[in-house]
Every structure is written in structure tokens, then in C-alpha cells.
């Protein structure tokens, strides 16, 4: 085409034109070779942060249950402490009549901190309705743990050493499980705060786990429940109240 005088040969302008292209593209995917990895591991900085918040939500919910059960727990450890056991022992008061007021009065008084605390962290993204049943089902494990420090500890000083060996086995094992593969979470089935942990783990970070939300709620009943008739005779030799 150039022969014939169509197109006349390039010049020395488009030439330096291309050139131009060539070294804008060359930079670009060096500086694309460069940046690149930072920006996908600010993506991924975000999403952990993202999913950071939702486990500390979990956790918060925990720690609502946690506080419940200790308020529990100290109040039968100040009975023993007061001898007020030994008056309610002559009482027509009865041990169920007795762990049902104390369990009662750690239910509600942490289902206030759970749901303000819920709101504050998760706003309108959780649902309330399945929060408020799946925190009702795991109030028992809250009442199994303050059975156990109400039981054991006969002053204060007991409380809190024994806190510490409760909070581990409470707090600490469900969060590890996180890092535990699939196919061992089997050993942690019979603990019923693995269950619970579950259940605010479904609503909060959106994973199913095995059973989804209605079965960990399930187990965390019957398990929680399992531990009250085992801990039932203890309650009754340590707190020595009629049980009916």
C-alpha cells in the first residue's frame, strides 16, 4: 500500500508514538507485578478482620452465659459461707425449689448483657428471634457451671480457684476447635459448650457445621441436661436440701 501511495511509510512520530505504548504497558504491569500483592493481602486483611468480629461476637455471647453462671455459683457459695444453707435446710424448701430460683436469676440476668450486647456488635445482621432460643438452650450450660462452682467450692477463695480450670475447659477448648480438623470434632461431641459454640457460630459467622442450627441447639440441651442428672446427687450431699 505504501508502493502504491496510499499509505505513506510511518513516521518518525508514530514510531516514538508506539514506543510511548509499549514502555505505558511495560510500566504498568511492573507496577501491577509490584502493588498486586499488597492489594490482595489487604482483601484478605479485611475479610479476617471481618471474620474477627464475628467470632469476638461469638465470644461476647459466651462470656454473657459465663457471667450468668458465676453469679450463680457465688450466690450458693455465700449461702454456704453465711451458713444461710444451714436455715434453708429447716426450711419447707427443697433443692429443686433452691437451684431452680438460682438458675432462674442467672438466665435472665445474662440474657440482658447477651442481647445488649448482640445489638451493639451485630446490629440488624443477626437474627434475634434464633439468637433469643439458642440462647435460652444454652443458658443449661451456664446453669451446669455454676451448679459445679456452687457445688464444689465451699468459700470464695475455692470460687476462684476452681474459675479458672471451669473458664479453660468452657471458653478455651470450643475456640480452639476452629483450628481442629472435621474429622476429629467428634471428641468434643459430649461437651456441651462445643454445641453452644456452634449455635452462635451458625448465626454469627454463617457456618452450618454439622448439624446446623436446630441440631447443636438439640445437643447442647440433651448434653447440658446429661451433666445436671450426673451433678444432681452431688448437689444433694454438698447443698443438703430435701430434693422434693
Same mark, same amino acid.
Given at each position: %500500500?505504501?508502493?502504491?501511495? $496510499?499509505?505513506?511509510?510511518?513516521?518518525?512520530?508514530?514510531?516514538?508514538?508506539?514506543?510511548?505504548?509499549?514502555?505505558?504497558?511495560?510500566?504498568?504491569?511492573?507496577?501491577?507485578?509490584?502493588?498486586?500483592?499488597?492489594?490482595?493481602?489487604?482483601?484478605?486483611?479485611?475479610?479476617?478482620?471481618?471474620?474477627?468480629?464475628?467470632?469476638?461476637?461469638?465470644?461476647?455471647?459466651?462470656?454473657?452465659?459465663? $457471667?450468668?453462671?458465676?453469679?450463680?455459683?457465688?450466690?450458693?457459695?455465700?449461702?454456704?459461707?453465711?451458713?444461710?444453707?444451714?436455715? %434453708?435446710?429447716?426450711?419447707?424448701?427443697?433443692?429443686?425449689?433452691?437451684?431452680?430460683?438460682?438458675?432462674?436469676?442467672?438466665?435472665? /440476668?445474662?440474657?440482658? $448483657?447477651?442481647?445488649?450486647?448482640?445489638?451493639? %456488635?451485630?446490629?440488624?445482621?443477626?437474627?434475634?428471634?434464633?439468637?433469643?432460643?439458642?440462647?435460652?438452650?444454652?443458658?443449661?450450660?451456664?446453669?451446669?457451671?455454676?451448679?459445679?462452682?456452687?457445688?464444689?467450692?465451699?468459700?470464695?477463695?475455692?470460687?476462684?480457684?476452681?474459675?479458672?480450670?471451669?473458664?479453660?475447659?468452657?471458653?478455651?477448648?470450643?475456640?480452639?476447635?476452629?483450628?481442629?480438623?472435621?474429622?476429629?470434632?467428634?471428641?468434643?461431641?459430649?461437651?456441651?459448650?462445643?454445641?453452644? /459454640?456452634?449455635?452462635?457460630?451458625?448465626?454469627?459467622?454463617?457456618?452450618?457445621?454439622?448439624?446446623?442450627?436446630?441440631?447443636?441447639?438439640?445437643?447442647?440441651?440433651?448434653?447440658?441436661?446429661?451433666?445436671?442428672?450426673?451433678?444432681?446427687?452431688?448437689?444433694?450431699?454438698?447443698?443438703?436440701?430435701? /430434693?422434693?
Amino acid at each position: %500500500l505504501a508502493a502504491l501511495g $496510499i499509505v505513506g511509510p510511518p513516521s518518525e512520530d508514530d514510531a516514538e508514538a508506539v514506543r510511548a505504548a509499549r514502555r505505558r504497558r511495560a510500566l504498568y504491569e511492573t507496577a501491577s507485578q509490584l502493588v498486586g500483592p499488597f492489594i490482595d493481602a489487604h482483601e484478605e486483611l479485611r475479610a479476617s478482620r471481618s471474620l474477627l468480629a464475628e467470632y469476638g461476637a461469638v465470644v461476647l455471647v459466651m462470656l454473657a452465659v459465663m $457471667i450468668g453462671a458465676l453469679v450463680m455459683g457465688f450466690l450458693m457459695v455465700d449461702d454456704k459461707e453465711s451458713r444461710a444453707i444451714e436455715a %434453708l435446710g429447716v426450711s419447707p424448701l427443697t433443692l429443686v425449689q433452691y437451684l431452680l430460683a438460682r438458675g432462674f436469676f442467672a438466665v435472665v /440476668f445474662s440474657t440482658v $448483657i447477651a442481647l445488649i450486647s448482640s445489638a451493639i %456488635l451485630a446490629g440488624t445482621s443477626v437474627n434475634y428471634a434464633l439468637l433469643l432460643v439458642g440462647f435460652l438452650v444454652s443458658s443449661f450450660v451456664g446453669i451446669v457451671i455454676g451448679y459445679i462452682l456452687g457445688g464444689f467450692a465451699n468459700n470464695q477463695l475455692e470460687a476462684i480457684g476452681l474459675i479458672k480450670v471451669v473458664m479453660f475447659a468452657y471458653l478455651t477448648i470450643p475456640i480452639l476447635t476452629i483450628f481442629v480438623s472435621e474429622s476429629w470434632q467428634w471428641a468434643f461431641y459430649l461437651l456441651p459448650n462445643f454445641w453452644m /459454640f456452634k449455635i452462635f457460630e451458625t448465626l454469627f459467622v454463617e457456618q452450618s457445621g454439622p448439624v446446623g442450627f436446630w441440631g447443636a441447639t438439640g445437643l447442647t440441651l440433651a448434653t447440658s441436661l446429661l451433666y445436671l442428672l450426673a451433678l444432681a446427687p452431688l448437689l444433694r450431699r454438698r447443698v443438703q436440701l430435701r /430434693f422434693a
